[in-house]
């Protein structure tokens, strides 16, 4: 049942725990799955944490498009369409980590980095 409420989810933080469970189902053969995915993780995680540059959404999107284009098993694809469509559709969410180190929907934890 929908009660109408929806609890506030940061896309970044969302994709994060998709490709985790993701990463869970993964077969640990491809490269997809050796290398892109985790390093995939790992961005994003570093993106809810607001470190890093906004060039990092750039090597994300490379990332998963070198998933995609390449011979990966269905977990790994499923997680780079995934990525894919988050940065697609939710850019500026994204975005807002790491050019303000805001999280728009309150969600991650961000340190607050003062400019000098
Ligand atoms: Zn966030």
């Known amino acids: 049942m929908c009660s109408g409420g929806a609890i506030p989810r940061c896309i970044v933080d969302l994709t994060a725990y ?3 469970l993701a990463l869970q189902e993964k077969c640990g053969e491809c490269s ?10 790992e961005l994003l995680r570093q993106i809810s944490r607001g470190e890093g540059e906004i060039s990092l959404l750039d090597e994300l999107s490379s990332l998963a498009k070198q998933v995609l284009a390449g011979e990966a ?13 988050a940065l697609a559709n939710y850019d500026e ?3 807002a980590h790491l050019t303000e180190r805001y999280c728009p929907a ?10 000098v």
């Open 93 to 95: 969410e994204f975005a």
């Open 73 to 85: 098993c269905p977990a790994s694809r499923i997680g780079a369409r995934m990525v894919q469509e």
């Open 32 to 41: 997809g799955c050796r290398e892109a995915l985790p390093r995939i993780y």
């Open 18 to 20: 998709y490709l985790g």
């Open 106 to 115: 309150g969600v991650c934890d961000i340190r607050y980095v003062v400019e």
